[in-house]
């Protein structure tokens, strides 16, 4: 024991120390919320849980049963066709189903809502009444909206096949029909798995399009419990909830994960091989195909350009223009952020000698796995409570009253950002680290170079594509994200995504459109550069 002791002051440096600073810095939203749960729940508690929570859970599962059955049927299907087969436009198409990710669900919901509403496009074209605002309308716009999630994890996976597989199913005798379903599938499912995973984890995120459509879930309760009921306890126990269920889906993605490394046995495989088709059977793969884009880009993009058209004179203001460089700048502050402190968090990592420490930098990304209303809460409480003591502390030491100077900031809703953002900037920056390997940098160090002198020169430039895309993923995530910004932003601050959900909370949905495209065209850049990666890699 004694001898261990030793070993870790031996190893500890500055650098453990800043390392553990930053992952303690993150996790203090997700620690307060487990922490306090031991306060136990508020006066409401019992009548929320006898009367509300069965509903919360039931809206719940019937969205995550729904929208993963047709995630997983639009992600699967279509992925497998533009991989396999030589149907019209498949390079076209192969962007294209990216695209509704640069929708944010919410304002899919919106533009659906306003198409089969009374004197929408549906009621005046067709005539025809379909009312969409319940729990099946919402769990086809969180389908349509979220489908790439599936797509993009299982094209990569089939673009990365070996066409020994397919050959050998065929020689003994299969059709193609039971080789995808009987062999291809079941070697796919930790890649659709781990796809559905985020798709789920947006479903339970979701705020703006299950208020907007009425049905009360778990995030919606949260949002109850703080603001209408005033309660942050039960807001608390709402949220430990929730966390609960997203670390549930997220060891069941691990343990699917585990499969992946018993699926290339060779490694100078060829992939599989596109095949041509007869006329008929393009014309269906290419209609299953584009389906998805029609449902999730194409109709909701013309219906928000129309509405854009209606609204422009009134909406285009002063006003918005503020609100639109409000959003770019935050978003702007908000991704250098969360960008710096995922390099600092790498390379302290990596320049710290404590073994077991590495893996305690991992709690440091926990935070896109939780709801952003759960952030929230985690952030409120303690700035909460700091803000108190510093009025208390001025009062009772210099007798001067001061209000709340903390919360309220546009410093505490870039903290909870880069709480909620931290493992989009660390993955792609992470990855390219490891791609490079130590050699460069050991090199460096031989020829006496210090650490930070070798990632200045050394490791910042071969890294800077990775912290460019970085940079752009969080700017778009900040650019999209609702639930957290309506809980933390400050009261003279406003954002695209709060604006577009004001106008349509206000029944104003067509004027929601010009803010909402703003927000879509953000998200089209990087969606691109997405495709192109997976083209790459494969």
């Not at 508690?45 to 059955?69: A, C, E, Q």
């Not at 660390?426 to 170079?449: H, V």
Request: positive net charge.
């Amino acid at each position: 024991m004694i001898k261990i002791i030793k070993n870790i002051q031996r190893d500890t440096s500055k650098w453990s120390i800043f390392l553990l600073t930053i992952v303690l810095l993150v996790a203090i939203p997700i620690l307060t919320v487990f922490v306090n749960l031991f306060y136990g729940p508020g006066e409401t508690w019992h009548h929320l849980m006898v009367h509300l929570l069965p509903d919360y859970i039931k809206n719940s599962l019937l969205l995550i049963v729904g929208t993963g059955i047709l995630t997983l049927f639009f992600g699967i299907s279509s992925a497998w066709i533009v991989a396999r087969y030589h149907i019209p436009f498949r390079k076209q198409l192969e962007w294209l189903l990216i695209l509704p990710l640069a929708i944010p669900s919410y304002i899919t919901a919106y533009a659906y809502a306003g198409i089969f509403d009374y004197g929408g496009f549906i009621d005046k074209i067709l005539g025809v009444k379909i009312d969409i605002m319940n729990h099946s309308g919402l769990i086809f716009v969180l389908s349509i909206s979220l489908y790439p999630y599936v797509y993009v994890a299982s094209r990569a996976f089939f673009l990365n096949q070996s066409s020994n597989i397919v050959e050998a199913s065929k020689l003994l005798g299969a059709s193609e029909r039971k080789t995808f379903f009987k062999l291809l599938l079941p070697l796919a499912r930790p890649a659709f798995i781990g796809g559905l995973v985020l798709v789920l984890m947006e479903v339970l995120n979701d705020y703006g399009a299950a208020k907007y459509y009425g049905i009360n879930t778990f995030t919606t309760g949260i949002f109850r419990a703080w603001f209408s009921l005033e309660e942050p306890e039960t807001a608390i126990y709402l949220s430990a909830i929730l966390v609960a269920i997203i670390f549930l889906l997220i060891s069941i993605e691990k343990w699917e994960r585990r499969r992946i490394g018993y699926f290339n046995a060779t490694k100078n495989h060829q992939k599989i091989k596109r095949i041509q088709v007869s006329k008929r059977l393009k014309i269906i793969f290419f209609s299953i195909a584009f389906i998805p884009v029609l449902f999730g880009f194409l109709i909701p993009l013309l219906q928000l350009l129309y509405w854009a058209f209606l609204t422009y004179k009134d909406v285009f203001t002063p006003s918005f223009i503020s609100i639109s460089l409000q959003s770019f700048g935050i978003a702007t502050i908000s991704a250098f952020t969360t960008v710096f402190f995922a390099l600092l968090l790498i390379f302290l990592s990596k320049w710290n000698r404590l073994s077991f420490i590495k893996p305690i930098a991992k709690i440091g990304v926990l935070g896109y796995a939780i709801p952003g209303a759960v952030i929230a809460v985690g952030v409120l409480i303690p700035t909460l409570s700091l803000d108190k003591w510093l009025v208390t502390f001025m009062k009772n030491t210099f007798d001067i009253k001061i209000g709340f100077i903390i919360n309220g900031t546009v410093t505490v809703l870039v903290y909870a950002y880069l709480v909620r953002f931290l493992a989009v900037a660390y993955n792609p920056i992470e990855s390219s680290s490891l791609k490079f390997g130590k050699s460069l940098s050991e090199a460096s160090k031989l020829l006496g170079s210090g650490n930070i002198r070798t990632f200045l020169k050394v490791e910042f430039p071969l890294l800077k594509s990775a912290i460019l895309s970085a940079f752009i993923l969080v700017f778009v995530d900040v650019m999209k994200e609702l639930p957290l910004t309506l809980i933390l932003k400050p009261y003279h601050i406003n954002t695209l995504a709060v604006k577009a959900y004001e106008y349509a909370s206000d029944e104003l949905i067509a004027e929601a459109a010009l803010p909402a495209i703003c927000i879509i065209l953000t998200g089209i850049l990087p969606i691109l550069f997405l495709n192109r990666l997976i083209a790459k890699d494969s």
